[in-house]
């Protein structure tokens, strides 16, 4: 056992580990995560704006539900819960589904706030043209509304991003998970973990500048 | 062609409109004047459905587009029901309301083809019939957002027009728009009024025009009719104070 | 199948201490630093402004779980100290929700202070004056919203000290149920989030009642929201006036 603080030939044994296989999960469940999330977020949204009471009200219970309590709990939740269904998903999977459902809920607030900064004149425009629901809905809301939104969901893929790493509670080997695992096992752990830290910092920086680039493109709703 | 009969509408607890009782003929221009909250405007959005009647009925041809009868009972009207009725009526809004994603000749197709079922070479020629009307036939690839008010306006007015309307509803369309634009418009609405004999209901602060090509002005105040008599009558004859007041002070603006 | 209700909601209430003790100490913390650098990004000097830009930065651009290994596991060789895991986990929830809160504050006392700025100025208060009287309790008022939802994250965040072997609420439920009871675990997971659901109402109901008492400063009503208790009680009307769907 190594007395010094850092050893170089450590850092760079570990580090195809952490930044390749690492990198290329986290990015796996980022993307598959936001994916699964703005799909389901519009879902969401939508159910909750419906006349029916009951589907409005039981959305909205779900998505406080969701919304309030621990990601981590959630995917704890999943991955335990799932085989009893005998559904029989990897640890990735599980992973991506729990973020997806968790930024979801996220997701329905966004658009939720876009929909309603559509001008009402719209909606009504759309009545006295007689066009039917699900046309003016797709053909004249979404339209505006979407757009304006993309860079709060934006913002929130990048918090995604950050979260993955909970993922390694079920054993994914993410950049965190990767660098956890390498570090217990040999018992030195300021390596990889100041490669996971630096690389998630990189990573969310330069994200954010996307992010505040498609903002000047697209203007903001909060 | 249109009837409003003992019409109570209410906001909580603001009455806007107290048993109101009037009728439109068809082929009929009738201008609604009156101070700001007096209910002028209330008429159009419930002839449009987007506001209900709190109690009373309201007819549309031969058809009532506030309830349905079951049985021997008159019940509000689905929304189905209402999108029926509704078809006939057409509406031009203060503010254009154009669909900003859309360029000018989708704005105009795009209601006669889901809406009336027009196949789309159909409503692509009537949309270049109507901006030929219009005056703006070189602006059928044009954004919304690139055209003046005016212009805004009458693309608004060919999309209306687009549907065929029986009854034509004008809800302070030149409120919004430069003045001078605001001639180009009232011209062109004048020149549809006499050229087709769609009904008109229209709510304006442009005396001067009400005053031409109206066949009835109506005076509101407070959610009653006051006055309900042809321009020339009520202009230069009113029999009621609170028009002479209200006219007096609008025609002094100028 | 409910037999061992008891003993789950037991265990797992006793970790229930330490989720609160972490909350709530990251809770301090965070305002604080929430405050401290949300001001200073707003400071005349333009190096406090870089530095406490930096400090937002690297705690909003990293990762909680890696934060939290780094102060568990590398702190110590660096240091020298063993660190108490429920220590650590505070001060990482307090530093690392302070940049999200210094944003909050900083965001705030901006919107106020455009408003205000001229009126205070014309008055001919000194700027310590103008933020003590003037800017702050309007400001407070348009935090508290934000600030909600964030202490709310941060008990959330609370269940990652489970990382670190902290014996808060995750804790108990993963390392001493869910191996003797598998079969149950969709039950131990429903109470685990029942409680924090449960933690996470109080802190709403707390907030409302702060964003009344600062609304008292300024003579201000509280904003809208769709808070369970609110919702509840208020009544839909619902034939809709509006052309809404």
Known sequence: MNDEFWQWDYFWEVFPTVVGDGLLITLQATVYGSIIAYVLGLVFALLRRSPIRVVSTVTWAIIEFIRSTPLLVQIFFLFFVFPDFGIRFDALTTGVIALGLHYATYAAEVYRAGIEAVPVGQWEAATALSLPRARTWRAVILPQAIPRVLPALGNYTISMLKETPLLLVIGVTDIAGAAFQQGSAAFRYVEPITIAGILFLVLSYSASLLVRWLERRVGTVH | MIRFEDVVKRFGDHVVLDGLNFTVAPGEFVTLIGPS??????????L??????SSGTIHVGDECLSHVRRGEKLVPADEKHQRQVR?????VFQQFNLFPNMKVLQNLTEAPIRALGLSRAEAEERAHELLELVGLSDKVNAHPTQLSGGQQQRVAIARALAMRPDVLLLDEVTSALDPEL????????????NTTDITFLCVTHEMGFARDVSDRVMMFDNGHVLEDAPPDKLFS?????????????????G | MFDNLPLFVSTVAEGLLLTVEATVGGILIATVLSFVFGLAMLSRSRTVRVLARIYVEIWRGTSEVVQLLWIYFVLPVLVGYRVVPLVAGIVVLGLNFGAYGAEIVRGAVRSVAKEQYEGAIALSLSPAQRMRRVILPQALVEMVP??????????????????????????????????????????????????????SILITIGMRALERWAGKLV??????????????LRSRTHRPTEVSP
């Open chain 3, 146 to 199: 934000p600030f909600n939802n964030l202490f709310i994250q941060l008990l959330k965040g609370s269940a990652l000290l489970t990382i670190i072997f902290v014996h808060e609420m995750t804790y108990q439920a993963r390392e001493v149920l869910i191996d003797r009871h598998i079969d149950q675990a969709w039950l131990i997971w429903t109470i685990v989030l029942l409680f924090y659901l449960a933690l």
């Open chain 2, 37 to 46: 909250g007096s209910g002028k405007t209330t008429i159009l959005r419930l």
């Open chain 2, 48 to 53: 449009m459905t987007l506001e209900q009647v």
């Open chain 2, 237 to 253: 004859e009113p029999d009621h104070q609170r028009t002479r007041d209200f006219l007096s002070a609008v025609l002094e603006r």
């Open chain 2, 182 to 193: 605001v001639a180009g418009v009232l011209a062109l609405l004048k020149d549809i009024a």
């Open chain 2, 87 to 91: 078809k006939r009526i057409g509406m």
């Open chain 3, 219 to 232: 003579g201000r009503k509280p904003s809208k929201t769709t808070s369970f208790v609110s919702m509840v």
